[in-house]
């Protein structure tokens, strides 16, 4: 044959004996004489971010014969057999396609305050690979894990150190101050800011109460909350929680003026108007004591037996003081189990 063929089918080669540089994810077949199938080359996964790809018959087998592309120099800040996530040091934009060019985005965590992800494996992450999110060392607190709580001081290498005074302290000092007027102060002061408000101590400034609404969530060395009682099962019923979970508690986050729970869903033991299933989830607290501490506690990495309000305009399922937070035992499953069947009609 001479000359250079005019190649159909996505194949490449002066006799289109190949596939083109993005279409090997099977493996390259002639065209059928007798059938007239074309046998065309399949295009590799790559979510638009590389040029090539090449087939690896390690990957076809171990697939079942349905894809084996594997492709090349991923773009983008993008890694995988795919190109299907971001490198270590960046997450995936949630507001946009990951076909995007720019959907992977650097973490702003700060090196000091925050700690990685994924510590037992690898790769390690900086932040949440899906959303960004943080996640801080004991006592810190922030969106980028960048201050201490209110009731901690000491920013440093191993986050920061619970105040020993009645109340608040200085978050560089340590030294106590108790008046919300003082603490005010203190967080204008560390911020480089001139201080320019005067605030009466019976109306205390926004940004104490936001501590409050996140400040325990993770860290409970501090904190003291009045625990809800498995008594009579009737009592129990009478609650009329909305939802009865076990989870595991994955890591809180401050949200500026409310706090917010990730958690992963184990079981539904009960639910109602919202729907709720095996995975992740989040819980917003709604309770908090004088000390800037959310209740009930919700320790990461342990799990619950969780029962509690929903909020169906917003869609949040809400944990507070009348919620009944208890360590997960599956005794104790097994007796609420028993109670909602037997006794909540």
Excluded at 178 to 183: G, Q
């Amino acid at each position: 044959v001479h000359g250079r063929c005019v190649c159909k089918h996505n194949t490449a080669g002066d006799h289109c004996q190949h596939c083109a540089p993005l279409y090997n994810d099977e493996p390259w077949q002639p065209a059928n004489g007798k059938t007239g199938m074309p046998n065309e080359c399949k295009k590799c996964k790559c979510n638009e971010h590389a040029d090539r790809c090449h087939f690896d018959m390690g990957t076809w087998l171990a697939s079942g014969n349905r894809s084996g592309g594997v492709c090349d120099n991923c773009q983008h800040n993008t890694e995988g057999q795919n190109c299907q996530r971001c490198k270590p040091g960046l997450y995936r934009d949630p507001q946009k396609p990951f076909s995007a060019p720019d959907v992977c985005k650097p973490c702003s965590c700060h090196p000091t305050g925050s700690t990685i992800f994924n510590i037992n494996t690898y790769p390690y992450f900086l932040c949440d690979p899906s959303n960004g999110d943080c996640l801080c060392k004991p006592g810190v607190a922030g969106p980028h894990c960048d201050r201490c709580m209110v009731g901690y001081w000491g920013f440093g290498q191993y986050g920061c150190r619970p105040c020993d005074c009645a109340g608040s302290c200085d978050p560089l000092t340590g030294d106590c101050i108790s008046r919300y007027i003082d603490i005010f102060y203190a967080d204008w002061k560390h911020s480089g800011m001139a201080f320019v408000t005067v605030h009466n101590e019976s109306e205390p400034p926004q940004g104490w109460e936001d501590e409050q609404g996140f400040s325990a969530v993770r860290h409970s060395g501090k904190c003291e909350c009045k625990e809800q009682i498995l008594g009579h099962p009737k009592g129990f019923c009478g609650m009329k929680y909305a939802y009865v979970l076990k989870a595991k508690i994955l890591s809180a986050h401050d949200r500026g003026s409310y706090a917010e729970v990730n958690i992963k869903v184990k079981k539904v033991l009960k639910m109602t108007k919202l729907k709720v299933f095996r995975g992740k989830r989040k819980l917003y607290p709604e309770s908090w004591t004088n000390r800037g501490c959310t209740c009930p506690i919700l320790n990461p990495g342990m799990e619950y037996l969780v029962a509690g309000h929903e909020n169906v305009r917003t869609g949040r399922l809400i944990v507070n003081m009348k919620s009944f937070v208890k360590p997960w035992k599956p005794d104790l499953g097994r007796k609420v189990m028993q109670i909602l069947k037997t006794y909540c009609h």
